[in-house]
């Protein structure tokens, strides 16, 4: 594996991608054009790569104690220095890709940055593990609406499902790791919940995010969002399943999610309810 190779893969690239698409998607359905879709796929992505990043730099002795060879610093493919400068870059990077879009975008963004790298320390072995999750996911949506031209306010109905969906990304996204995670005394609150109160929480809370776009626009909902809604209801409990009968690290529920959450993205942009 080449050390560029390396490098990216110690940024969680499948979640960190996901979360990008899905917004410049959502900026698409919003109504941005040209240069600030670009836009918007920068400045998010910035976010996305800062807290992979850092949270890669920061877990490296309890990647190694564990023996995660997975991880591209435990395994000794890249150096922790690398992976922390290459934290810092696209940390600082966060503001200044959101200046274009003018002060109250700039302000919005850097506050997801901010909330993301809560996560990674100190919040991460506490029970408060899910509030970065559910404010930096609901400022999200909230930055591609309020950087478009005239800064419109962002729907309460669109910052509210974004924050569900951080908040059962959350749940879903340490399920592989229980094990370990405990192990090295990492105790978020999907830890002290455990995992099976992990996987009601993030089956209920996507579940409430997709009911919450499917009937949060004004008027009656589309048919794609009776689409979206049935979906998820099969996609979810699929994945709880196909967790629970997994051996190692599951990551079933995880993937679960990300589908369930570009459904929801899909969702919004098929509507054209958003502003």
């Not at 909330?115 to 593990?129: E, G, N």
């Not at 969906?165 to 830890?191: E, I, K, Q, Y």
């Amino acid at each position: 594996m080449s050390r560029a190779v390396s490098v990216i893969k110690s940024s969680h690239p499948e979640p960190g991608g996901a979360v990008t698409v899905a917004m410049t998607l959502l900026a698409i359905g919003v109504g941005h054009r040209g240069w600030s879709i670009l836009g918007v796929f920068l400045a998010v992505g910035a976010t996305q790569l800062a807290v992979g990043w850092v949270n890669d730099w920061l877990d490296a002795d309890r990647d190694r104690s564990t023996g995660r060879t997975d991880k591209p610093i435990a395994s000794g493919a890249v150096s922790r220095r690398t992976v922390g400068i290459a934290g810092l870059i696209a940390a600082l990077a966060i503001p200044l890709l959101g200046l274009p879009f003018g002060l109250v975008p700039t302000i919005v963004i850097s506050l997801v940055g901010v909330f993301a790298l809560l996560y990674d320390w100190p919040l991460k072995s506490t029970a408060l593990s899910v509030v970065p999750y559910v404010v930096a996911f609901g400022l999200l949506p909230a930055f591609v609406v309020v950087s478009l031209p005239g800064h419109p306010a962002p729907p309460a109905w669109l910052v509210a499902a974004g924050a569900l969906l951080g908040a059962g990304a959350h749940f879903a996204n340490v399920l592989p790791d229980l094990a370990d995670d405990a192990a090295t005394g990492v105790r978020g609150l999907p830890h002290r919940l455990g995992e099976t109160g992990s996987v009601v929480a993030a089956a209920l809370l996507l579940l409430s995010a997709t009911l919450t776009l499917v009937f949060g626009p004004p008027g009656p909902p589309s048919w794609p969002g009776w689409v979206g809604a049935a979906a998820a209801v099969v996609v979810l409990p699929l994945g709880w399943y196909a967790t629970t009968r997994a051996k190692g690290r599951g990551v079933a529920m995880f993937r679960a999610v990300i589908l369930v959450a570009l459904i929801d993205v899909l969702l919004l942009v098929s509507s054209g309810r958003v502003v």
